[in-house]
């Protein structure tokens, strides 16, 4: 299978070149010629091991990758010294009808790891199948979560470099350590001056300006991503989608084929998309729900067909999904439009330029056949946790109950149909949001996110996900800092050059 731009500005590529380059070099987004159709039956995979399943769904991706090095790179992260649960993503049923995907057993307690432990495996067979002559330098541009998985799953991977860019002051402590206090040789760290889609549009712009490009290149370096745009992310996140359908199949929850609801807390759009892959793979889904936080761009989206960045950036108790510019959504246009590579470019063009596009009404008719939007506000998202806790003693961090109350709020309309809530992040990651919403806001008084923390464990009795403990403790390593402008320059400094 090859891949090919979403804008239809760019030769084909095997799976290996599309993983290098991660994104298309003029802009657009790699996606698979044609979606594959899945050769074994539901039924015959109930008994997979999540291993066996990523083996069987990761084959049809990537190409080129030999069996025997699809099962390796399967073996080094889906394993039980690295995710903290032997069925690698649990399956948790809430209530009757509701079930919580938990995506966070990773090791850095958040759903970014699932793909981020695996794509350096991928990266670095794909950098030896391309037979690169330079060192592979990955930038990234985070809200928190994807820096440390990423400096995680590449930390001291022969032949790359890492520089993880995150945004000064918006991300929380727990967030800002886990990133600092990483090691490895080849990790490194800078905090900059401005919001998160500031961050990843000077990143953005970084893998666009040719005369640096070339420069890298002069040099001995060549640039790639490990954004959630890099088909290398996206494609395992494909494999937990089957996932829970099966096990929902092997407990007879639900009957053979039927059709479930998906309902996604939404930052970038990497984690729904990757459901919306498995829809198209002939997974049986009703609806994808898409949740977000007060920055609730794709929820007007998805309602009335107009994308509009220009509105006030908010910072929220679940910032990992405060983002403006989902940059997945080019990929669920480009399918949805059925390859429409003209159009996606307007549209894209029209949102760099003027902040703003809008579908034609057959798109939007096409998008809300499969896909809800609704969100939540932050008051909502503290009561969620508050009352899941009550009712099922079960610890919803911000993000999950982002999602945990959109489907309540979608629930009304549909109650019957089954389903499955992504949980993206453990509850001690975001542990002052969620101690403010057992406790309120008194209880986070002068005490630093380490106290809490341990207060935390005190009250439900969980142990502190390994991630996250001892923290404090570390040593941190990385203290670069600059403005936005500064990316290149800091770059260069790391690099030498
Ligand atoms: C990244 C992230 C999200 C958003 O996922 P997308 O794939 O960007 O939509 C939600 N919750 C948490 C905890 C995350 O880290």
Redesign the pocket.
Known sequence: MYYISTRDNYRKVSAAEAIKLGMVPMGGLFVPEQIPTMNTQLMDMVRFTYGQLAQEILGYFLTGYSREEIEECIYRSYHPEIFHAPEIVPIHKLEDGSFIMEL?HGPTA???DIALQIMPHFLSKAIKKIQAKRETVILVAT????GKAALEGFKNVEGIKIIVFYPYGGVSRVQELQMTTTEGSNTYVASLKGNFDDCQNAVKEVFSDPEFNNLLKDKGYELSSAN?INWGRLAPQIVYYFWAYLNLLKKKEIKENEKINFC??????????AGYYAYLMGLPVKRFICASNENKVLTDFINTGIYDREREFKKTN?P??D?LI?S?LERFLFEITGHGGDKIKGWFEELQSKGVFQVDSSTRDKITGIMEGDWASQEETLETIKEVYNKHNYLL?T?TAVGVKVYQKYRLKDPETVTVIGS??NPY?FNASVLEALKGKEALVGKDEFVLLEELKEITGQEIHAGLKNLDEKKVIHKLSGEVEDVKKITKDILGI
């Open positions: 966070w958040a759903f970014k809200s928190g979560d994807t959630s996604i807390p939404t930052g970038n759009f990497g984690n729904i998309l679940s990992s999904m983002i989902s997945n961090d993000h993206t992040a990651k």
